[in-house]
């Protein structure tokens, strides 16, 4: 009798922690929503910030415009190791030893943490190299960041491409880069996709390693590669920290928010077409 | 047959590829050299034993007082008392989406748990400066509500999903015959998720939780604005403190490159890496061992 009741007691709270996950997350929305919503209009989203201290007034364009440019950077500069090194371990290398460690050293990777690879750039690109502040090296940093991400779903994106394409093709005498180039890719091209767009949200919202990189309080975010330049992240924080205005503190991390779960909703989109592709 | 020239094409390709993913999976350790590296001063004069068990952080004093024993412990009660909070939870939800969630409310929980991941930390942080500190700071009659506590309470929220995911996906590859045996038995849904599926699963359900613990001590913006960064040694867990991410992130900027303060900041990058990656060792280890012990008790 004690145990049927220390089950059903148990049985409650996997309901109630099942259910307080999905409480969180719309509390968190609605909230910000009740809050940013309000000051969010064309005049925040294409304005600079203005009035004393900065960013009590005005908008946030140069900040949105810098967090592209951070973004498109990092996926520049990783992309293409990232997808051969993920073509490696599932074309080239398998189950080698080789393929064994380098599988090891992206996991590893993918457990730094984020400050810790802007320490690393900050001695490396901003001091060393003598590149300042700059969004070349907030660009690497959030390229490093994201490589692991990129080389695991590209990866995972090739490996389940049905095998027998790849037996089919070998067995016709196809060489196996024109395989992979016109088989397999095509067909892992959703998935590869959607990492890509999972991995330029987890970089839009990274603000450790950009605020000892790239981050300045006000900037033009003119694109150019040795200037320093605002971001949506640092943006928010400093509009909070520095106590300039919590109303447009809220703004911005709904506008943070939304891009985020925006790139992350279409990821989700594009993986169900890929498991449906890879099924054909 | 290939021709020779086809050939020669598919080797070049191969070794291009090959050295690529040689050459930037080589990244990491490159990394942990050039940050040893820099801060090789310190372990050199301080010692390893020294820093890491002085609690002063006097870093522009002459002589300079380094030591981050005060930072460490912070870390570990931010990210210790996050999984606290956040083990409950997290199995709780995962055990209610293998077993127990109705399927039409799964589909809508797994996309959820998705999109927690994907909110930036620094919002995290920002929600819990904003509300959960206010809160805390009217609620207690505070003077300022930051504290070790209010950190690991957002950090949970932010571990969770990972937490979730990973032990989900353990109760899942439980193998299928154990499920069937268990439903031909007539046991109820209960004895069968909790006497055969946790148990078996178990391995699994502690490597999420090590997982999450050391994205926990890693984790910065989130820390940094809810912990209070006040450099005394915490006493409990309602201390404010600063734990070594925050201490690095906020001091970087303003430390002069080559000075011993700049050196420390790198020797504290080191310290919570290592710290990192010995914890992800660890469950590989304690995966082996248990591996060994057999799979009838487990």
């Known amino acids: ?280 | 047959m290939q021709y020779p020239d086809t050939e020669f094409k598919e080797k070049i390709i191969s070794s291009i590829i090959i050295s690529a993913a040689t050459v930037s999976s080589l990244l990491l350790l490159a990394m942990l050299i050039f940050i040893l590296r820099e801060s090789w001063p310190i372990w050199s004069q301080i010692g390893v034993s020294g820093f890491l068990s002085g609690s002063s952080w006097k870093p522009l004093n002459t002589p300079p007082e380094i030591g981050i024993l005060s930072m460490i412990v912070s870390t570990m009660w931010v990210a210790g008392g996050a999984l606290l909070i956040a083990a409950p939870l997290g199995f709780g939800c995962a055990v209610f989406l293998a077993e127990f969630s109705p399927r039409p409310l799964a589909a809508i929980l797994r996309p959820v748990i998705n999109m927690l991941t994907g909110i930036p930390s620094v919002v995290y942080g920002f929600l819990g400066a904003a509300v959960l500190v206010k809160f805390f700071e009217v609620k207690f009659d505070l003077a300022s509500g930051e504290s070790l506590f209010a950190a690991s309470l957002i950090l949970a929220i932010m571990v969770i999903p990972f937490i979730v995911a990973n032990s989900e996906a353990a109760l899942r590859s439980v193998a299928s015959e154990y499920r069937h045996a268990g439903i031909a038995l007539g046991v109820s849904r209960q004895y069968l998720t909790l006497r055969i599926l946790v148990p078996l699963a178990r391995k699994g359900m502690l490597g999420a939780l090590v997982l999450a613990f050391g994205r926990a001590m890693g984790e910065t913006m989130a820390v940094l604005m809810l912990a209070g960064n006040t450099l005394r040694m915490p006493g409990s867990w309602f201390d404010k403190g600063e734990p070594l991410s925050a201490l690095i992130a906020l001091e970087l900027g303003s430390s002069t490159p080559g000075s011993f303060h700049y050196q420390a900041l790198f020797a504290a990058g080191l310290v919570l890496v290592l710290m990192v990656i010995a914890v992800n060792i660890g469950i590989n280890l304690l995966f082996n061992r248990l591996q060994k012990r057999g799979d009838d008790f487990i």
């Open chain 1, 1 to 280: 009798m004690k145990k049927a009741i220390r089950d059903k007691l148990l049985l409650g709270w996997f309901w109630v922690s099942g259910l307080l996950i999905l409480v969180i997350l719309l509390a968190i929305i609605i909230y910000l929503i009740w809050r940013g919503g309000p000051f969010i209009n064309s005049q925040f989203i294409l304005e600079s910030p203005r009035g004393f201290p900065l960013g009590t007034e005005g908008g946030i364009f140069p900040a949105i415009k810098g967090t592209l440019w951070l973004i498109l950077l990092a996926l520049v500069v990783s992309f293409v190791p990232g997808l051969l090194t993920a073509i490696y371990l599932s074309e080239y290398g398998r189950s080698g030893r080789l393929a064994e460690i380098i599988n090891l050293l992206v996991q590893s990777m993918a457990g730094i943490p984020s400050i810790i690879i802007g320490l690393f750039v900050y001695a490396f690109g901003v001091v060393t190299l003598g590149w300042g502040i700059s969004l070349l090296a907030g660009g690497l940093a959030l390229a490093i960041m994201i490589f692991p991400v990129i080389v695991v779903s590209s990866r995972d994106a090739l490996l389940a491409v049905d095998e027998n394409y790849r037996l089919v093709a070998n067995s016709l005498g196809v060489s196996k880069s024109y395989t992979l180039y016109r088989v397999i890719l095509p067909r892992a091209a959703a998935g590869i996709t959607a990492g890509l767009l999972l991995s330029l949200g987890y970089a839009a919202g990274a603000t450790a390693p950009i605020m000892v990189t790239a981050a300045a309080v006000i900037a033009s975010s003119s694109g150019a590669l040795l200037e320093p330049v605002m971001a949506l992240p640092y943006h928010l924080y400093i509009l909070f920290n520095e106590h300039l205005s919590l109303n447009y503190a809220y703004a911005t991390a709904l506008v943070l928010v939304s891009l985020v779960l925006l790139l992350n909703i279409l990821a989700l989109l594009l993986n169900s077409l890929q498991e449906r592709m890879s099924k054909q």
